[in-house]
Nanobody, 125 residues
Framework: QAQLVESGGGLVQAGGSLRLSCAAS????????VGWFRQAPGQEREFVSA????????DYADSVKGRFTISRDNARNTVYLQMNSLKPEDTAVYYC??????????????????WGQGTQVTVSS
């Protein structure tokens, strides 16, 4: 089972940008769905974006469409989440997650069985 390592979080002003990275250490993303979720204090974990590693299919939450872009680097076995036009309501801990191999595209957290430790994103107004 690959360990997922997130990076790239930080403090940014509203309107700014950040790029999160999710690397698979000791494994690969082959044939898996790779997703990003976020959880703000006192709120449930919510879907942000996901991509099928092999097929290129992507999905986004309505709240981030047009602002966030998910991409992958096959050579580095890394998935990125480019976040532009950030808003204070984007403040949360962002988690990378993967499904089992050959899973169907899903946006449900319970469909993902491996999670990273999370990276904090704070957007100031």
């Amino acid at each position: 089972q690959a360990q997922l390592v997130e990076s790239g979080g930080g403090l940014v002003q509203a309107g700014g940008s950040l790029r999160l990275s999710c690397a698979a250490s000791g494994g690969t993303f082959n044939w898996k769905i790779v997703g990003w979720f976020r959880q703000a204090p006192g709120q449930e974990r919510e879907f942000v974006s996901a991509t099928h590693w092999s097929g290129g299919v992507t999905d986004y939450a309505d709240s981030v469409k047009g602002r966030f872009t998910i991409s992958r680097d096959n050579a580095r076995n890394t998935v990125y989440l480019q976040m532009n036009s950030l808003k204070p309501e984007d403040t949360a801990v962002y988690y990378c997650a993967t499904t089992r191999a050959l899973s169907r595209m899903t946006t449900q957290a319970n469909g993902f069985d491996s999670w990273g430790q999370g990276t904090q994103v704070t957007v100031s107004s």
